[in-house]
Structure formats: C-alpha cells, structure tokens
C-alpha cells in the first residue's frame, strides 16, 4: 500500500481520536491559561507517549501543540492576557470586541481563522516542506538581524498615534530584554547585583505584567456605569454571520497564513512575531487602517491565522533538518528521538507512513479544535460576563500569579510580573503603546544575537561591517524594512496624491 | 449567627482537605514521599531527555513518584542557585552539567550558587565534543582545517552552543594546542547552531557526540575523547591526530549542600541502577549518549580535578571574575 | 495637568542612566556593543521628544486623585500578596489577598456583613483552583510555611 495511504489509515482508529480530543481539549485549558505554555503541556505528556505507537503520540503532541496556540485567544480577548506569546496582536482588537460586549463574536472569529491558519499551515507541511526547508537555513545572523530590525520597524504602522514614542517604547522594551546573561559573550549584565536576575525576563510575566494588570487597574477604579458594558448581547445566529464574515476576508486569511507560515519556518522566531507582522500587514492593506485597535474583526483574523499557521511552518525544518524552529517543536523533536525516529529526509522516505500520519492527524486535530473550541469559548465567553468585578478582579490577580510563578517555577518571576504591570500602568498614562514594549522585549534578544554573531563572523573581512550589506537576503531584508518604516508617509502621500480626499493635518 | 459559624466550619474543612502535604519530619526510611527533580535547562535539550528516559527506571528504583520541574533560566544557573537554597532532605535533587557548575561561579561575580555548595550524589553520562563540518566541505581532515587556519587566522568561523561551554572551552583549547587563531561563535543552544553550518553561515562546529547521530549532513573531524565515538566510528580522536584534547558535557545530579550521606547513597544506588539496566542503556548510546557510572567520591574527585583546570584556564584567558 | 511627552522623555532619560553606568560591569565588548547602541539611540529619540514637547506643547489631564489611590492601594495589595506566600503559604495568602481586593472593587461588602460569604467565595476558588493545578495539571505552585 501507498505510505501516505496506510499512514493516514493509521491515523484513523478510535483511540488515536480519544487521545487527540483529550489533547485538544488539554491544549485549550493551557493555551488559556496565561503562563502555562504548549511546551510545558507537551513536556509533560513525552513520557506518556513512550508506552504508545510513535503515531498515537505524535498525533497528541500535535493535538496540544495546535489547540495551546489556539487557546491563547481566549484570555486574549476575554481579559487582556495573552495566554500564549502567539496571541499578542489578538488583545489589540479582540479585547474592545469583548469590552463591546461582542466577545462571542471575536471568539468565533478567532476559531475560524485558527482553523483556517492551522490548515494552510498543514497544507505547506504536507507539499512544500523540502524545498521551504532550503530556504530556512539560507537565513543566517545577518539576515536574523535584519529580520529583527524588520519587526521593529512595524511599530511605525502599529504606533500610529505617535510613532516617535512607539520607537522609544520598543527601545525600552529591547534594553529589559537585556537583562541577564548576554547571548554572545556570557556576561551577567544590567541584574543590579541580584542573582536571580541572572535569568532575566521571562516573556511571559512581561506580557502579563504589561496587559493584564493596567487593565485589572482599570477595571477597580471603573465606575458602575461603565460596567454595563461587559454585558453581552445576545445575537441569534452569530456563528453563521460571524463565520460568513470571516470567509469573507480571503485576502486577510491567505496573507495571514503565509506569514505565518514562513515565520514558523525560519528557527527561533515563531508565532509570537508572525502574529504581529500578520496584524501590521493586515492594518497597512485594509482601506480603513485607523478602525484597528476599536475592536474591528480583522485584527483578530489577521492575528489568529497567522499564529495556527506556524505549527505547520514550525514542524517543517523539524522534519525535514531536525531543526526545531519553535520551542514546542523541541519537545516534539525530543519524543521523535526517543521513539528512534530521526528527522531528516529519511522521515519522508523510509518512515512517510508516519510523517504524513502525524501532518493527517494535525488536520484531524485543527477540526476537532473548531468543535471544541466554539463549545468552550462561548461557555467561558458567559462565565465571564456573569462574573462580578469584585470576583473577576481578585481572580485574574491570581491567574496572574500562578501564571507566572509557572512558566519557570520561580518567585523572582512573579516580583517581576509585578513590577512591569506597575510599568505598564505608567507607560500607559505617558501614551506610550505597551505593544512596542513587547515587540522590544521579544526581538531585542533575536536582534542582539544576529548583530554580535555577524561582527564575529565578519572579523576576517577587509572591512567588517559590509557584512550587513553584501548578502542579497540582507538586501531585500533592509528593503522590506524601509518600506515598513516609512510606510505612513507613503500611504499619506498615496492619500493625497488622487485629489479625492481632503488630507491630513500635520 | 450560625449562618456564620457554619460558613466558617466550611472554610476550615476547606482549608484542611486542600492543604495537605504537611510533610513528615522524622524519615526513617528515604524516599517516603515523591522526589523533585531539577531540569535547569529547556524541554526537547539533552538534560531533559535523559531525564526523560531514567524517568520510569528511576521511578522502579526509588519505590517513589519522581517529578520533573523545571527551573530555567541563566544558562542553569537559576535552578542550581534553588538547588542549593533547598531542604538537605533529599527529596530535592538537580541535574548538574560540568562544566557548568565550574565556570559559572568562576566566570560570574556573583553566579548565586558556589561549585562545591552542589553535593555530587551521581554521574551519569558524558557527551564528548566533536568537531564537525558540512559533508561538502572543504576540510576532509584535522590536519587541513588546521592548516587553512593557521594560513587565515580568525577566518575560520566554529559554532557552538553558548559561551563558556564545553565546545567553547574545547575551541580555545585546540586554538592553543595547534597554535590557531579561530572565531568562535556562540549560539543559543547545540540546536540553534546546526542550521547555521547546514546553511554555510559558519565553517564548522564544536558540538557534542548526540548531535552527530541526529545530523547525517555532518562529517565529523575528530573526537575530543580518549576513545572512538560510536555513532561516528571513522572518526580520529583529537588524541590520534597529535592533540591532546579531551573535553566534553558531563551530566549528572546533585543534591543541596548538607545532605545526610546515607540519602545520597540511596539516590547514588537508584541513578547507578538505572544506568545498568541494558533497556536504557541502548536508547542511550543510540542518542550518542557515553555511559559513565560515577558514584559520589569519584564525582566530587572529577569535579575537584576539572575546577583546578579551569581555573588555570580562564586565569590565562583572563576571563575570571573579578 | 502634564506633558505626557515631556514626562515620557525625562523618564526615559532615567533609564538611559541606570543603563549606562552598569555598562562599566560587564567584561567583554561582545555583550556590551548591542545595549550601548539600543542606549544611545533611546537617549537621542528621547531628545526629540524632549524638543518636540516644547514645539508641540499636549497637555493631560491626571487622574482624578481619588482613583489614583486605589490604584496604588491596588498595586501594594498585589506586593502584599506576592510578599506573604512566604510567611502564611500560598493557600492562606491567597484566601487572605482575594478577599482584600474583592473589598476594594466594593467596600460595601465590609457593611453588609457579607464579609463571611466573600471569604467563602475566596477560600472555594483558590482551593479549586489549588487541586486542578497541583494535581491533576500538576503544575507546582509558589510554597510557604503553612501550605507546601
């Protein structure tokens, strides 16, 4: 029989289908839960795989991995929280849906455009995975740095209000990135002294400590009025014109997903920038950038298919290099070794009945994810909403706590926490846009490495630092970021130049 | 009134039933309860599926649930500084990698631990560095890669995982044996840096024996060990082509200073046996994994031996902590 | 009222201070080269908010004085909190901090004597929450004295 064929037969038995739904099922309570992360969810679940079939297992690591970047979008939208790095972008836009009492509806939005993302991922996994695999290791310090420097630049579209002061947002948020021990070189810098700064700041407790609790600040001094808000409305209905809605958006969808998917695939970067770059693409292309961040759906599409389609991207190099391109892919790439298969192109080969079973099961998984996940978002949507204040406040410190005590089992990470929530709040008076920050934080890192990488490995040229500049990849790279530097000044131009409207005031 | 009353009835059983755990202080007989076991570094890395493997053996072993937490953060140094902030019970154990616990607290002014505040209770396994490059490369032999660097110095770029790494330490070390100058380029991890030779951005790496049986792309030069590597059994040792370069990752665990011997040897015996069982042992060196059956005297005699030698080391690369 | 720019911008300064004289403890050029460039480029961008907040003057208002209590009676609640899971244990810390900041959201618990029930409610949801965590996720959670 035909591998692929016997592969996907595999996959189709009902065991393999009660550990895939309690997968998804599991992958949903973690991706929700702000602080516990695919990674851990799948770490914990390796052993267990030991004692099944290597497709079984596989198929419920993929199973969490898939409904954990999902999930995310729940504490997204409902409280603020990024469950999971990969849904940043989705709090810009899902949360005043949610404030709108329409958070029924960026849930389903969500959903759908996961589903969406995941497939198209998968879709790339399944038929390009060799060829998008050359391309990956073509990427080099150089071209890390420049991609970097592409993610920053994003602030000038996502900032709009000031860009100036996004810019020095996320130059703060690269200089917290810098706390701890330095990538190149070793050093503990910038800890002021204290040990357990050695380990830096966790992205996590940064995230919730910016999000989550200026808006747990908010929601104390609120007055009663103001609450009414939370309070849903009811819409017969609402799955099919939401679904409609979303299918509408192709263009979003399709852009989204391939974002997503080339940055799943390049190694280290992963969902928590793909879903950004997927939201600054989507506010550039729409006709009416300035509804994003009021709670316009297409932020949150744009966010959500982006960050399901790196779970296809990021098991490509996986598969095909043994290169984990994403942390979870790591421990995905641990139970391979352990099960003795090795990634590589003997995966596609000797054991594709295997490789195309897991990419099946994935396809199995994103559809069992769209059930799921609609059954759990609307239920917690209405939990939610009944909550009173003085319930849901206390509640989401706690969550806060524990999420991030979690991610690394450390106090010190909680005291952290804290403390950038303080921050948060004050950067929030001074009208700079926390969303810079946190690009700052996740990049500063990707772009320190790239930067000191490429001065080394530039040491033996006549001139070092033509280095930035010579590798064609670095061209267009610098080029892409020019563009999306000055992109507000082209699209007034651009604005101007028809006549039709009236300008803007400068 | 007794609305109240009986509400804070409820409380109180509450509280009871949820909080359990009060541990018991007299232990007669160790373990009597489930033993935490420290990984300090990330899921899917070399640590955690070693731990991975002996957990089930370990498990049998010890007659107690064994549970993996996870501490990471500062290249370790964040879990070993909880390590040694622990209960000396025993129920607390860490996974220690040499060289780290030697270098961190030399190399760092304050690393949050000390190296003999770690008690060495076992180790299990070391992975010798290799030298590898691409199957293309121009480097067919030791001899040619030292030739070419020795005609460009500094040309030669040679990644690895992590600064002050055992591939990093094992650079300078060939750098002074051959009398070359090369460009060491660290990267997040042994992982990290595989793609950055496939895709030709470095011209080889210092990576350890595990990461050999997993990248058939890579031929390996030498082997900084006193014997051949099974998983790539054509290659010299570095010792074969005229350098005497041995240097590799030694895993094992360690308890918090303070610890009762009779417990260490309790842990010592349960890691030994795991070891020795034939089932685990062949998943091991199938990984690449050499096995190496350390009890605590002699773990504490290699650490003893290996921190002079450091020391001496980085006094000359002036890198020690001032 | 203040300048957001303007306060942005020395705030900023600050940091580029507390930066910069630490950039003297680190060892090699490798880890100092990339912070003093993200510095310097965070000291200049600062400038021009400094000058542009002279050109362009914005004012804002401050909040009203009364919130701004609570949010930094809030924010020291949620130390606290953090603070004693070491001395009372997390479970007895956690009942104690819920309960706290529930009183803030609505200080009329405190009058309608529905002190009882609010604890209840604190004590039922962290010791869910306690079980779902440490036994069937098995996540370990912060320790104290009390409660391991």
């Given at each position: 029989m035909n591998p692929i064929v016997s592969g996907i037969m595999q996959v189709l038995t009902p065991t393999n289908f009660l550990f895939m739904l309690a997968g998804t099922v599991g992958g949903l309570i973690v991706g929700a839960?702000?602080?516990?992360t695919a990674t851990m969810a799948t770490a914990l679940i390796v052993p267990f795989t030991f004692t099944m079939p290597p497709l079984s297992g596989l198929a419920t690591l993929g199973a969490i991995y898939m409904a954990a970047i999902y999930g995310g979008a729940f504490s997204a939208i409902l409280?603020?929280?990024?469950?999971?790095?990969?849904?940043?972008?989705?709090?810009?836009d899902g949360y005043p849906m949610a404030k709108q009492g329409r958070g029924q509806e960026a849930i389903i939005a969500a959903t759908i455009s996961s589903v969406v993302g995941g497939l198209l991922g998968i879709i790339a996994l399944a038929l390009l995975a060799p060829p998008l695999a050359a391309v990956a290791i073509k990427f080099g310090p150089p071209e890390y740095f420049w991609v970097s420097i592409f993610g920053i630049t994003i602030i000038s579209t996502l900032s709009s209000k000031s860009a100036l002061k996004g810019f020095i947002g996320g130059c703060l948020g690269i200089l917290l990135s810098m706390?701890?021990?330095?990538?190149?070189?070793?050093d503990v810098r910038?800890?002021?002294?204290?040990?357990?700064?050695?380990?830096?700041?966790e992205l996590i407790c940064g995230l919730i400590g910016l999000f989550c609790i200026p808006e747990v600040l908010a929601l104390i001094v609120q007055k009663a009025e103001d609450l009414?808000?939370?309070?849903p409305k009811k819409v017969k209905g609402i799955i099919g014109t939401t679904t409609r809605q979303v299918l509408k958006q192709k263009v979003n969808l399709l852009r989204s997903g391939i974002i997503g998917t080339i940055v799943g695939i390049m190694?280290?970067?992963?969902g928590s920038i793909a879903n950004l770059i997927a939201y600054n693409e989507a506010k550039r292309a729409?006709?009416?950038?300035?509804?994003?961040?009021?709670?316009?759906?297409d932020g949150v599409i744009a966010t959500e298919t982006a960050n399901n389609a790196t779970v296809g991207g990021g098991l490509i190099p996986l598969l095909t290099?043994?290169?984990?391109?994403?942390p979870t892919a790591a421990v995905i790439y641990g139970a391979l070794l352990i099960h003795g298969l090795r990634p590589g192109m003997e995966l596609f080969t000797v054991h594709a009945d295997i490789t195309y079973g897991f990419i099946f099961s994935l396809l199995i998984a994103t559809l069992m994810m769209l059930v799921v996940g609609l059954a759990v978002g609307t239920g917690l949507n209405e939990l939610l909403s009944r909550l009173p204040v003085r319930i849901l406040v206390p509640s989401i410190v706690f969550l806060s706590i524990i999420g991030s005590y979690a991610?690394?089992?450390?106090m010190a990470d909680v005291f952290i926490m804290l403390a950038f929530g303080a921050v948060g709040y004050i950067i929030k008076q001074l009208e700079i846009d926390s969303g810079a920050v946190v690009l700052g934080l996740i990049l500063g890192p990707l772009a320190e490495e790239g930067f000191v990488q490429s001065l080394l490995m530039s040491k033996?040229?006549?001139?070092?630092?033509t280095i930035f500049f010579t590798r064609p990849l670095s061209i267009l790279l610098i080029a892409l970021s020019a563009l999306s530097l000055f992109w507000p000044l082209i699209s007034k131009l651009k604005a101007q130049r028809p006549g039709r409207e009236e300008g803007f005031n400068v | 009134m007794r609305k109240i009353s009986k509400v804070a009835i409820l409380c109180l059983v509450i509280i009871m039933v949820t909080g359990?755990?009060?541990?018991?202080?007299?232990?007669?007989?160790?373990?009597?309860k489930s033993v935490n076991y420290i990984i300090c570094f990330n899921p899917g890395g070399e640590s955690d599926i070693t731990a991975r493997l002996q957990h089930k053996y370990l498990e049998e072993a010890l007659g107690q649930k064994v549970v993996i937490v996870y501490k990471i953060g500062g290249g370790g140094a964040i879990g070993w500084s909880e390590l040694v902030r622990?209960?000396?019970?025993?129920y607390t154990i860490s996974g220690d990698n040499l060289p780290h616990t030697i270098v961190q607290p030399l190399q760092r002014?304050?690393?949050?631990?000390?190296?003999?505040?770690l008690k060495r209770t076992y180790c299990f396994e070391l992975t010798p560095n290799v030298l590898a490059v691409r199957q293309?490369?121009?480097?067919?032999t030791l001899e040619e890669f030292v030739e070419y660097a020795k005609k460009y110095p500094e040309a030669v770029t040679v990644g690895g995982s992590a600064s002050w790494s055992a591939g990093h330490l094992a650079t300078i070390e060939l750098e002074h044996l051959a009398d070359i100058k090369l460009t060491y380029i660290p990267f997040t991890g042994s992982g990290a840096a595989v793609p950055a030779l496939l895709g030709g951005h470095v011209s080889a790496l210092m990576t350890y024996t595990s990461m050999i049986g997993q990248h058939p792309e890579m031929r390996v030069l030498?082997?900084?060990?006193?014997q051949r590597s099974p998983v790539c059994p054509d290659a010299p040792t570095f010792q074969e082509c005229g350098y005497d370069l041995v240097e590799g990752c030694y895993r094992g665990v360690s308890v918090p200073p303070g610890t009762p011997d009779e417990i260490v040897n309790i842990l010592a015996e349960a890691f030994d046996k795991v070891n020795r069982n034939p089932e685990f042992q062949s998943k091991m060196e199938e990984l690449g994994y050499q096995m190496v059956y350390l009890g605590p005297e002699e773990y504490e005699k290699l650490v003893r031996e290996k921190t002079v030698y450091y020391t001496e080391l980085l006094r000359e690369l002036d890198a020690l902590a001032k | 009222m203040y300048n957001p720019d303007r306060t942005a911008a020395i705030l900023m300064f600050v940091v580029v201070l507390i930066f910069t004289f630490q950039?003297?403890?680190?060892?090699?050029t490798y880890s100092r080269v990339f912070p003093k460039a993200v510095t310097w480029t965070l000291a200049i961008l600062s400038a021009i908010l400094l000058i542009q907040s002279w050109v362009t003057p914005r004012v804002a208002e401050y909040t009203d004085t009364r919130e701004l209590k609570k949010v930094g009676l809030a924010i020291i609640l949620m130390f606290g909190w953090i603070a004693c899971i070491r001395f009372l244990g997390f479970y007895l810390a956690s009942v104690v901090f819920f309960t706290l900041l529930m009183i803030l959201v609505e200080p009329s618990l405190l009058k309608q004597n529905k002190l009882m029930a609010s604890i209840f409610i604190a004590a039922v949801e962290i010791g869910a929450f306690y079980m779902v965590f440490t036994?069937?996720?098995?996540v370990p959670l912060p320790r104290g004295i009390i409660f391991q």
């Open positions: 839960l702000p602080g516990l409280v603020n929280a990024p469950g999971t790095p990969s849904s940043i972008g989705t709090c810009f706390i701890g021990i330095s990538p190149v070189g070793g910038f800890t002021f002294g204290i040990s357990a700064m050695q380990g830096g700041i009414e808000r939370l309070k190694p280290g970067a992963g729409s006709k009416h950038p300035e509804k994003f961040g009021t709670g316009i759906i290099l043994g290169i984990p391109g994403t991610i690394r089992n450390n033996a040229l006549p001139v070092p630092w | 359990t755990g009060v541990s018991t202080l007299a232990s007669n007989k160790f373990p009597e622990s209960k000396p019970d025993g002014k304050d690393a949050g631990y000390t190296t003999e505040q293309d490369s121009p480097f067919k030498a082997v900084a060990s006193d | 950039f003297s403890d680190i060892p090699s036994r069937a996720l098995n």
